[in-house]
């Protein structure tokens, strides 16, 4: 009995993977066995992020702050957070021997003695004024789409919380080189603190470690601004994201999307390559404007001396309203009771400021109290459909714009050739007519941008083609939407005003006839959605209507056109 020859895969003998990519097998299967880390990337990859250009402004924030840690990391290692006075001996010569901080020395020599550290330096203020407005713009898309429904009210009130403390970072960074700009800005600060009753002149001793400018005032913003307050943005970011993946992804409505069926990409491989792509891209627009336009040249305002101020020394602009709403304050507003003087000049801007954050927070849990809506949402609102919502973060808006204008009140008189008086007195009467006429304005835009896509659900949208029915009468051809538009326009959901009920001794609370008295208010002059039925018969008429009168009128009923329907009628 013959045997059989071995074949040439029997002989050969087998290779053993490198060495390197065996102890990464191991150390891999290591860290798995003890951590499941396999089933947790498992299911991250197979989440599913819908793709809308709107949701990267949330990413556009996200990878602001990468920069930021990034360039502010290069920052720490040259930067002395010292009020020490010395005698500057680098490379700028205008300056040469002057007496300054030691902060202000060594902001100098990073900025023209250390090779790129200038570019570094505005790299890390340009990305930390888009991590703001990154921050900003990500609220207000989740405001206007009703994004912040049940299940995402919590990660509402985190990304609010992390937009102040984004402001609060900004504003420690901004103070740290102890120049005459961050100088004037935090006397303004000490001057705020100083004006609250009982507690103001105990809170800037603590703060500023004695009377202002105190002797290591930059040293505790240093620690706030490198480690406190990074610490917790990346603890809100990290559950801010968590959320964000456990609640799943809004997204528009159209086919096949639902509360329970989210349509786009899946993590990997292909929403973690855009990422990816989209961070290079972020950082490349914050190089170039480090490299293009020059950010806070804080060599030309010199070393902080609290004897000379000058015009236009401004904040960063996301801490421009608490400056605006100071300088709208009506003055003399000095009063003296308990023995005591009591600035509200001070105390009501500060109190109208708090009041507008702390409404702003709890936005999602108003919103819910008032509508008696208790589902999950998934699917974003159009702003138009949501129409008093959308009025009120109008004039939210206008509200904070005015006051973010009022911080550069000595500027626009002196670019306008105004008087300050004059420009103060413009931008009070705004900050009251403004938000009022932003609200109503909005909400009538809002309800005819309804009307309009009723109509064209109802009836088609129009081709610009003209046609003549056999009667004489010029009539345009209305051409049906496709089924992507349709859900788009018809997906509005119905709400209406709650009604009061006894509770169970038989009364009806005064905050429950308060609460309907609002919840009527807020679904007022609300349009009711389309039905099935109604959709059906539009497609019935749209299909048998002018298609049978032209086919009675002949070929020759037709007149071909393009253009302006509306000119044509006329």
């Not at 895969?9 to 798995?32: C, E, M």
């Not at 023995?339 to 849990?365: C, E, K, Q």
């Amino acid at each position: 009995m013959s045997r059989e020859s071995p074949t040439l895969d029997q002989t050969a003998p087998k290779k053993s993977p490198p060495l390197g990519g065996r102890f990464v097998g191991a150390a891999s299967n290591y860290i798995d066995e003890r951590t499941s880390v396999s089933g947790l990337l498992k299911e991250l990859s197979r989440k599913v992020f819908p793709d809308h250009w709107s949701f990267m402004l949330g990413e556009i924030a996200l990878w602001a702050f990468v920069v930021v840690f990034i360039s502010g990391t290069f920052l720490t290692f040259f930067f002395q957070a010292s009020m020490v006075p010395t005698h500057y001996t680098g490379a700028y010569a205008p300056m040469r021997g002057m007496e300054m901080t030691a902060a202000f020395d060594s902001a100098l020599r990073i900025s023209f003695d250390i090779r790129g550290g200038l570019l570094v330096r505005q790299i890390h203020h340009w990305a930390a004024l888009v991590f703001v407005a990154g921050i900003g713009l990500h609220m207000l898309r989740v405001f206007f789409t009703g994004a912040f429904r049940k299940p995402r009210e919590l990660n509402w009130v985190i990304g609010f919380i992390l937009f102040i403390l984004a402001m609060a970072e900004g504003f420690t960074g901004y103070s740290l080189p102890d120049d005459l700009l961050s100088g004037n800005g935090l006397r303004i600060i000490d001057g705020m603190i100083k004006g609250l009753p009982l507690i103001g002149t105990w809170t800037s001793f603590m703060l500023f470690g004695g009377e202002f400018p105190g002797t290591d005032i930059i040293g505790r913003l240093y620690t706030l601004h490198i480690l406190i307050l990074p610490m917790l943005v990346i603890a809100l970011i990290v559950v801010h994201l968590m959320l964000m993946i456990i609640n799943k992804h809004t997204q528009f409505a159209g086919p096949g999307r639902t509360n329970d069926n989210v349509v786009g990409y899946p993590m990997m491989p292909v929403y973690a390559a855009k990422m990816g792509g989209f961070f290079f891209i972020v950082f490349g627009v914050i190089v170039v404007l480090g490299t293009f336009f020059q950010i806070l040249p804080f060599w030309i305002y010199g070393p902080y001396d609290p004897s000379p101020i000058s015009a236009g020394t401004q904040p960063d602009w996301y801490i421009g309203f608490a400056d605006g709403a100071l300088r709208l304050a009506p003055p003399n507003w000095d009063v003296v009771m308990f023995d005591r003087t009591w600035s509200f000049g001070i105390i009501v801007p500060v109190v109208v400021m708090g009041l507008f954050i702390v409404t702003v927070a709890i936005y999602p849990f108003l919103e819910a109290w008032i509508t008696g809506d208790k589902r999950e949402h998934h699917i974003a609102e159009r702003p138009r459909n949501a129409a008093t919502r959308t009025a009120i973060g109008v004039a939210g808006m206008i509200f904070y714009a005015v006051l973010w204008a009022a911080a550069s009140s000595d500027l626009i008189a002196t670019h306008f050739m105004l008087t300050m008086e004059g420009v103060i007195h413009s931008l009070q009467a705004l900050l009251l007519i403004g938000p009022l006429s932003g609200y109503f304005v909005t909400k009538r835009i809002c309800i005819a941008l309804q009307k309009k896509d009723r109509e064209i659900v109802l009836h088609g949208f129009e081709s610009g083609r003209i046609v003549r029915l056999p009667g004489g009468e010029f009539v345009e051809v209305h051409q049906p939407v496709d089924e992507y538009d349709r859900w788009k326009l018809i997906d509005v959901e119905s709400y209406e005003p709650l009604v009061v009920r006894p509770n169970a001794k038989g009364r009806i609370p005064w905050t429950e006839n308060v609460r309907s008295a609002v919840s009527r208010w807020f679904f007022e002059d609300r349009l009711v959605p389309l039905t099935q039925a109604d959709i059906d018969a539009a497609d019935a008429h749209g299909g048998h209507g002018h298609q049978e009168e032209l086919a009675e009128g002949g070929p020759t009923a037709e007149v071909a056109g393009s253009g302006n329907a509306e000119g044509r009628q006329d």
